[in-house]
T-cell receptor
Framework: DADVTQTPRNRITKTGKRIMLECSQT?????MYWYRQDPGLGLRLIYY???????NKGEISDGYSVSRQAQAKFSLSLESAIPNQTALYFC???????????FGPGTRLTVL | AQKVTQAQTEISVVEKEDVTLDCVYE???????LFWYKQPPSGELVFLIR??????QNEISGRYSWNFQKSTSSFNFTITASQVVDSAVYFC????????????FGTGTSLTVIP
């Protein structure tokens, strides 16, 4: 089984809808991250969490919110989706500072 | 300012040619970590290598090699005798000790290996 899973893998929604993307991990890592990938822009950090009680904004947090329900779960919400939030979203985990990040398979979100 | 710059947006090479992907980073931290990831057409992100700022020793792993030079703030990646399976987008990333392990990714280099 995959160590980092994301659901759903693909989602098409309409402008103004609320969307939640979920991430689960079995690696036992405290640190979890949400990124979005856009063509030509690489991966940009949306939010990150170093433990259940620690949530931090990343480079592009506007329009997004997160919830760290447990060490293993980190959800990303779009309260009112807009077309420019169409992107590929990745969840990642890491063990400690400086260690590599393990990425989920990605969620392709399309907002019409 | 971009902390990680991958100036090469797209590169095409013919199979068996060598190719070098450039990565230039910017940091004021003395302790930092550099990474390369590969994203094949299937979309997943595959870890390739990690280097810390105290280890400038170059590394070779099969057909892959990495040249880390602090003097020029560069961490370049060379594929020797490229193969079609090397076709992917390659990302360089920086993690600074001072920013609590945030990762800063470059914009990626799309490599196409032509058979």
């Amino acid at each position: 089984d995959a160590d980092v899973t994301q659901t759903p893998r693909n989602r098409i929604t309409k402008t103004g809808k609320r969307i939640m993307l979920e991430c689960s991990q079995t690696k036992g890592h405290d640190r979890m991250y949400w990124y979005r990938q856009d063509p030509g822009l690489g991966l940009r950090l949306i939010y990150y969490s170093f433990d259940v009680k620690d949530i931090n904004k990343g480079e592009i947090s506007d329009g997004y919110s997160v919830s760290r329900q447990a060490q293993a779960k980190f959800s990303l919400s779009l309260e009112s989706a807009i077309p420019n939030q169409t992107a590929l979203y990745f969840c990642a985990t890491s063990e400690v500072q400086g260690r590599k990040q393990f990425f989920g398979p990605g969620t392709r979100l399309t907002v019409l | 300012a971009q902390k990680v710059t991958q100036a090469q947006t797209e590169i095409s090479v013919v199979e068996k040619e060598d190719v070098t992907l450039d990565c230039v980073y910017e940091t004021r931290d003395t302790t930092y970590y550099l990474f390369w990831y590969k994203q094949p057409p299937s979309g997943e992100l595959v870890f390739l290598i990690r280097r810390n700022s105290f280890d400038e020793q170059n590394e070779i792993s099969g057909r892959y090699s990495w040249n880390f030079q602090k003097s020029t703030s560069s961490f370049n990646f060379t594929i020797t005798a490229s193969q079609v399976v090397d076709s992917a987008v390659y990302f360089c990333a920086l993690s600074e000790a001072g920013t609590g392990n945030q990762f800063y990714f470059g914009t990626g280099t799309s490599l196409t290996v032509i058979p």
